[in-house]
């Protein structure tokens, strides 16, 4: 599987143009319905953000999403999903690529409930792609904000002796002295197949921002339960770092659940409530990794094109591997443990509720509502 990014200008299909005004399905300007739709979209960002992809631009995931989706209907046509056509076609495409179809979809299925004239009117999908990716920023901002403050927080309750102060001390409040140049943070970065010692230490401090310096694709110590990655069972103990569940409670929950014990606590509310996020995804965790791993740097800003930072080499080897069809097995049990974890219950299939027969009327009216949006579009 290649690692390369995406173009910096990304190619793809676009909705067809209708014949509607700039904003008559998106905004309705009169009695301050616009503002209020600006706001609405923008939340939807935040909760895109949180639970399927934080790194690529949605109009790059629809325009090149929305391209590979047709290819994969085109395959799709001829065989199914396990076949060795299709696997063929699926281990051809550049990993990013894969991370776009997966996102695509769930982005679509987002614009099928909420405005399905989006699909098909490019004057509605042009309003709503910036909204979602400023609400995409400021969930970022807000988080990494959160996160510079409270992991420290954490790192001196569980490694600070009363009788011996860590040395030298960190800051909550500046990111100065992290990274390798610390013990505390630099053991919790230093690639899982690497022996942590001083010496280590001291060859990966050297090494930052240098064409040495370890890629993102290689996973830190943080990842993993025990801080080591075991070569002959990898999934074993991937992403269950305490430090990770820390860092999902503050987010999703608030700072103050972090070090406690058990699920969410009933009646207070946070970002999952607030976004109504009651399951875990693959999304989810590839964000809370990707943010807490560079909270403990000593980067000031979350530069996602950094080479020396590398968040793209760690985000797109991460997402690649919980999103490959082969390992949804491991990738089940895994998003189980989280959702315990967090929210005190068992997952249903892959971060979803279970349907119910109430799934069947949600379905039905989304397909109406995509239909009726076609044929708007036809006979304009």
Known sequence: MNSSSPPST??????????????DTLQDVTNGKKAKTSSIWKDRGRR??????????????????????SEERSILRSCDKDSDEYKEWWEDLEDYQRRYLHSYKLLRELLVAQEPTALTDLTVWENIAPLLASGVAAEKQDDTSTLKRTCIEWLV????????PLNPTLSARSKKGRGFAHPATGRLLCPADMTWNETTRLELLNRVDSQDAPKGSVWPRLLYRNEEMNPNN???????????????????????????????????????????????????????????RFTLTSYEEYNLSDKGLDVDGFFTSLYDLLIDPEEQEEVER??????????????ASHGAREPGTRAFFRQARRERNASAALAAAAAA
């Open 10 to 23: 990304p190619a793809g299909s676009s909705p067809a143009t209708g014949s509607k005004r700039p904003g």
């Open 48 to 69: 895109f953000a949180l639970t399927v992809n934080f790194f690529d631009s949605p109009k790059a995931i629809f325009d090149n999403g929305a391209q590979i989706a």
């Open 157 to 164: 309750q569980d490694l600070e002796d009363p009788l011996k």
């Open 234 to 292: 990898p999934w074993e103990g991937l992403l269950q770092h305490e430090d990770l569940v820390k860092a999902a409670k503050t987010v999703l929950i608030r700072p103050s659940s972090a070090t406690s014990d058990g699920g969410a606590v009933s009646g207070k509310r946070g970002k999952a409530a607030n976004h109504g996020i009651q399951q875990i995804t693959v999304g989810f965790l590839c964000y809370i990794a990707s943010t807490l």
């Open 334 to 347: 895994l998003l189980q443990w989280w959702n315990r974890r967090i929210f005190g219950k068992q997952s």
